[in-house]
């Protein structure tokens, strides 16, 4: 059940579409996505097109066939998720006392003053889930390159409606809470620590406002005022069996969320019973397949110094619906709502890079360094969108620094220097990436790669660092690849502890 929950809380809603930096490559994402100062072989159209002209016994002709795909739960979501999913068997017993037309005990108004607050935060900027994949083929031909990728952005932000979650009846099967009957006497109460309770639960009501928070039941029967709600409470919560130290943390649960429920209370009591909740599955995503022809070339007046472009005509497929699944039987009306409402079109668009290999100019200098910048979608094309007008892709900037300590070992970093949208509204991305690169066995032949990264988004303040690995088999002309990256921030779920983020990729290539 509570996986069940947690899966339905998360497939929830966005708005307009944003893209950022893909990770195109085993090889960069082995390094954190460092690449774009070590650009080279068929990858660097992608990475740098001015490193297609770089100088280098690395810097192969040939095609590059990569596949990646990357999971982000972002805002702490999953956390958000879990715990509600904790409270579903009590939520589900509010359910059935509003359906059925019976009282509510401390331990389930906790759990539906805590219910209410989490649902609310869900709601909060930046929460969501983020899939992205990347996947191409890429020929380099000397200074030359030909690509055809596809970079597939699908993002989820949850909108939960914490309104029409009224606890009265609608009038028709559902007979709402009902405390007709239950007594409010506090001389029922047998330990100190049942009065106790009342009287901290007496002060939550007070917190959040007893007009407001007995407005949401269909019948009080003897309740008057604050306190004897709180003492109909504690008494429902001794009729259910609850041990003193149960109804004890139930009452301090209800103290601890009063503050943040008192605002969503006051507009459950203008809003419907949980059988007219407005809460939607919001689905907007991009599909994007860039036909590239690239072109890098040395210039005469500083040594080392490369430019390179890419000429670009990009399909954007655009996608954005919502599904109010509350209301919708049918899960496959999401799928045919993302079929019939998305939306093609071809604009053409260009990149740009430059690339300075420092040691051909200044040859005394220790451990080759390079740096990189290159500029995507220079003219941030805008493409047909199924709901507005347009849909545009913003220009993406990234500066790259790279050295070689040896001929088998490589160190690089990477930065955006734009702050990119991505598909969840209100989560902004901004990469930070360092990587290395040790070949343990250097050979023309025989190559035997281990490749180390971490990255950290810099556009969001509570982001954790994402550590990266990847190896590969290189043998005579042929290369297969792998990499992977996981999230140092996890949430723990019944005991087992599941990271925010995921990510894997793998290529294979034939170089000459």
Request: hydrophobic share 40%.
């Amino acid at each position: 059940m509570k996986k069940i929950i947690i899966t339905l809380i998360l497939l929830t809603p966005i708005g307009s579409f944003s893209e950022q930096w893909h990770i195109l490559g085993t090889r960069p994402m082995g390094m954190g996505g460092a690449f774009v100062a070590m650009a080279e072989g068929p990858l660097a159209q992608y990475w740098n097109p001015a490193g297609l002209a770089q100088v280098s016994s690395q810097n192969v002709s040939g095609v590059d066939i990569p596949v990646g795909v990357s999971l982000e739960m972002t805002g702490g979501i999953m956390a958000n998720a879990n715990e509600i999913g904790d409270l579903a068997e009590q939520f589900s017993s509010i359910q059935s006392a509003q359906e059925g037309g019976t009282a509510l005990d401390a331990k389930q108004v906790s759990a539906f003053v805590k219910t209410l607050t989490l649902l609310e935060d869900m709601n909060q900027s930046g929460k969501g889930i983020l899939l992205e994949t990347a996947a191409g083929v890429n020929f380099k031909f000397s200074k030359i390159s030909v690509s055809v990728n596809n970079f597939t952005t699908i993002g989820l932000n949850p909108y939960i409606d914490s309104t029409n979650i009224s606890l009265d009846t609608d009038g028709g099967s559902i007979q709402g809470i009902d405390f007709t009957g239950v007594t409010t006497d506090a001389s029922d109460f047998t330990t100190p620590e049942q009065t106790s309770a009342a009287a901290t639960i007496k002060s939550a009501i007070d917190t959040i406002g007893y007009a407001q928070l007995s407005a949401i039941f269909e019948n009080l029967g003897t309740i008057t005022d604050a306190q004897t709600l709180a003492n109909a409470i504690v008494s429902q919560a001794l009729t259910a069996n609850l041990t003193d130290a149960q109804i004890t943390a139930a009452a301090n649960t209800i103290s601890e969320y009063a503050a943040d429920v008192a605002p969503i209370i006051q507009n459950v009591t203008s809003g419907n019973p949980y059988t007219e909740n407005e809460s939607n599955l919001s689905i907007a995503g991009g599909n994007f397949t860039e036909v590239a022809f690239g072109y890098g070339q040395q210039v005469d007046w500083l040594s080392g110094l490369s430019i390179g472009g890419n000429l670009k005509a990009i399909n954007g497929r655009i996608v954005d619906t919502t599904f109010a699944f509350m209301s919708n039987s049918e899960t496959g009306d999401i799928f045919d709502d993302i079929t019939d409402n998305a939306k093609s079109s071809w604009k053409p668009a260009l990149d740009v890079g430059f690339l300075w290999d420092v040691n051909q100019k200044y040859s005394k200098w220790p451990m080759k360094p390079r740096f990189g910048l290159v500029v995507r979608n220079i003219n941030s094309p805008k493409f047909d969108g199924p709901i507005s007008g347009s849909y545009q892709l913003d220009r993406q900037i990234r500066f790259g620094l790279a050295f070689s300590p040896a001929n088998f070992w490589h160190v690089a970093m990477d930065m955006d220097l734009t702050k990119n949208k991505t598909a969840v509204d209100g989560f902004n991305s901004r990469q930070l990436a360092l990587g290395t690169e040790i070949n343990l066995i250097n050979k023309k032949s025989f190559n035997l790669p281990l490749r180390l990264g971490l990255s950290k988004n810099m556009a969001e303040s509570d982001s954790k660092l994402t550590y990266t690995a990847g190896t590969g088999l290189n043998f005579l002309y042929m290369h297969l690849d792998v990499s992977a990256g996981i999230g140092s921030d996890k949430t723990e779920i019944d005991g087992t502890k599941y990271p925010n983020k995921l990510e894997v990729a793998a290529s294979f290539g034939l170089l000459f």
